[in-house]
């Protein structure tokens, strides 16, 4: 059974930087598209950011592009999401995401079938 652990939300005030982990075996596969959604109170999940193993191509939701960076270290089976410049629109509730495959775009919650149990990014003003 896949399990995807994160680490790394928290507290942070507008402008600073939170980095994310998260852990799994399946990284080191090369045909997976593995990543970040979030979902903030009230609204639908969003994919933030993927990467696709095989060829390291990376997908940002536009929000993000120039902030967030996704990044995977093969070598201890990580997946990070470095996230600069935050601002409280960035508050929500982070998923480590991951399926077999390439990423589609667009994307949806239902494309990925391993969740992580989230972690909780909040951003004060």
């Known amino acids: 059974q896949v399990q995807l652990e994160e680490r790394g939300g928290g507290s942070v005030q507008a402008g600073g930087s939170l980095r994310l982990s998260c852990a799994a075996s399946?990284?080191?596969?090369?045909?997976?598209?593995i990543g970040w959604f979030r979902q903030a109170p009230g609204k639908e999940r969003e994919a933030v950011a993927r990467i696709y193993t095989g060829t390291t191509k990376t997908y940002y939701a536009d929000s993000v592009k120039g902030r967030f960076t996704i990044s995977q270290y093969k070598a201890n089976n990580t997946l990070y999401l470095q996230m600069n410049n935050l601002k409280p629109e960035d508050t929500a509730m982070y998923y480590c995401?991951?399926?077999?495959?390439?990423?589609?775009?667009?994307?949806?919650?239902?494309?990925?079938?391993?969740w992580g149990q989230g972690t909780q990014v909040t951003v004060s003003s």
């Open positions: 995401v991951a399926d077999g495959g390439y990423c589609y775009t667009p994307t949806q919650p239902s494309d990925f079938t391993y």
């Open positions: 399946l990284f080191t596969a090369n045909n997976y598209c």
